[in-house]
Structure formats: structure tokens, C-alpha cells
């Protein structure tokens, strides 16, 4: 059974910034796409980032471009997210998640492995 373990969360005023962390147990890291998603209180989850197995595929939310970067490390089975120019909106907890498809996806229920998650605040 695989495990997802997020890290880095926390309070945050407007206009800072945050990285994530997600640490995946397991030898097969480098054959899964991973994904970040939110969910805010009151909504649905949402798409926020994913990446390819090799890290040279991304895709991005409109509502995080620019600001927000996802990565991974295939030597550490560790995939993050660092959040730049932080708004309130971005409020969430923020979940990683692994996908077996083989090309970067966004929809949630292509991502069949998820983690605990972890709170983002972002204070105005």
C-alpha cells in the first residue's frame, strides 16, 4: 500500500510564499504521474498542478499559472509544490495525489493513490 505524505504547510500572509512537500513510500515513484489538488472549505476539490513521471510535462490550473510551480525528485520520491505570490483564495488543505496513467491528467478521478493532505491559510 502506497503512502503520500504532505508536508509544509502552514500560515501565510498574502503576496508570500510556501513549498510543499509530498513524500511517497514505495520503489516505484518514477512511474506514476503526480498531482496536487485543494479543496477549500465549503468546495469541491480542485486541480492544481500535475507532472509527468520524468518531470518534463506539467500542467496548471488558470487560477494558479505563474505563481505556482510543481516539481519532483525521482531520487527522493518526493514531489512539491512551490507556491508563489500567495492570495487568500489559495486558502486550502492541499492534497498530493498519484495517477498510473501515462500522461499528465487532471481530472481527480484519475488518481487513485491520495495523501492525508495538509492546511495552506493564507491571511489578507
Known amino acids: 500500500q502506497v503512502q503520500l505524505v504532505e508536508s509544509g504547510g502552514g500560515l501565510v500572509q498574502a503576496g508570500g510564499s510556501l513549498r510543499l512537500s509530498c513524500a511517497a513510500s514505495g520503489r516505484t515513484f518514477n512511474i506514476y504521474t503526480m498531482g496536487w489538488f485543494r479543496q477549500a472549505p465549503g468546495k469541491e476539490r480542485e486541480f492544481v498542478a500535475a507532472?509527468?513521471?520524468?518531470?518534463?510535462?506539467?500542467k496548471y490550473s488558470d487560477s494558479v499559472k505563474g505563481r505556482f510551480t510543481i516539481s519532483r525528485d525521482n531520487a527522493k520520491n518526493t514531489v512539491y509544490l512551490q507556491m508563489n505570490s500567495l492570495k487568500s483564495e489559495d486558502t486550502a488543505v492541499y492534497y498530493c495525489?498519484?495517477?498510473?496513467?501515462?500522461?499528465?491528467?487532471?481530472?481527480?478521478?484519475?488518481?487513485?493513490?491520495w495523501g492525508q493532505g495538509t492546511q495552506v491559510t493564507v491571511s489578507s
Open positions: 507532472i509527468s513521471r520524468d518531470g518534463t510535462s506539467t
Open positions: 495525489a498519484r495517477s498510473g496513467a501515462s500522461v499528465v491528467v487532471t481530472s481527480s478521478s484519475a488518481f487513485r493513490s
